[in-house]
């Protein structure tokens, strides 16, 4: 009696993940068929966390289009090249601006360098950083948070979502891939609503006459 209850029960809890899932995958398809109709960049990133976090424990962070030299991070401009999500934990951006000038930044060399949608947990896992190049991990747990998830899109933007949990065991491999599409939604959705900005290109060195 006890092995079928247990069958039973885990068999019940099979099915509350799969509804669940279909739930959210629902959620994520609505999204995108919707997202033309989002006419602020802070409406795409609330939208979308408003889908995410009702069904996991993973808020957005914000979005960011890559800087034209990929250690030129200490470039890029809160309204302009960053979109933070309304409720992104308060002062975290202002302290990642202050101490991160000039310091190599694991999560994003990796995002630029391999296109792969990971977790910070996974990025430290590869990367081993050490001493001052654990800062941004150190920050975020100031701030409340523990993990998170980075989805390059196209070569050209960065969608960021954070957790207070550990996500290795929350995200499964069905879930990153709809999470991963529905980022390239809104990064295609940003790149529309974000003003064109001349100054990434910035100027090319002459020599004088002299």
């Known amino acids: 009696m006890t092995r079928l209850g247990f069958d ?4 019940v809890h ?3 993940l799969t509804d669940g899932f279909a739930d959210f995958q629902a959620s994520l398809i609505d999204y995108s068929s919707r997202i033309e109709r989002l006419g602020s960049p802070g409406d795409v990133l ?3 966390h408003a889908i995410t976090t009702a069904s996991l424990p993973l808020s957005v962070l914000g979005a960011a289009r890559f800087p034209l030299k990929s250690s030129d991070w200490d470039s890029v401009q809160l309204g302009k090249s960053v979109f933070l999500q309304s409720e992104t934990p308060e002062g975290w951006w202002e302290d990642y601006r202050a101490h991160g000038q000039g310091k190599f930044r694991p999560i994003l ?5 391999s296109m792969a949608s990971l977790t910070w947990t996974e990025v430290r896992r590869i990367l081993e950083p050490i001493g001052a190049d654990q800062w941004s991990y150190e920050l975020a747990l100031k701030h409340g948070m523990r993990d998170g998830l980075t989805c390059p899109v196209g070569g050209r933007w960065l969608v960021a979502f954070w957790s207070r949990r550990n996500l290795s065991n929350v995200l499964t491999q069905p879930m990153r891939i709809m999470i991963l599409a529905a980022a390239s939604f809104a990064a295609l959705r940003l790149e529309q609503l974000a003003a064109p900005d001349p100054d990434r ?3 090319r060195s002459r ?4």
């Open 8 to 11: 039973g029960n885990a068999t």
């Open 14 to 16: 099979r099915a509350r």
């Open 46 to 48: 609330n939208d979308l």
């Open 109 to 113: 060399f990796l995002a630029q360098t």
């Open 201 to 203: 290109i910035g100027t």
């Open 207 to 210: 020599l004088t006459a002299r």
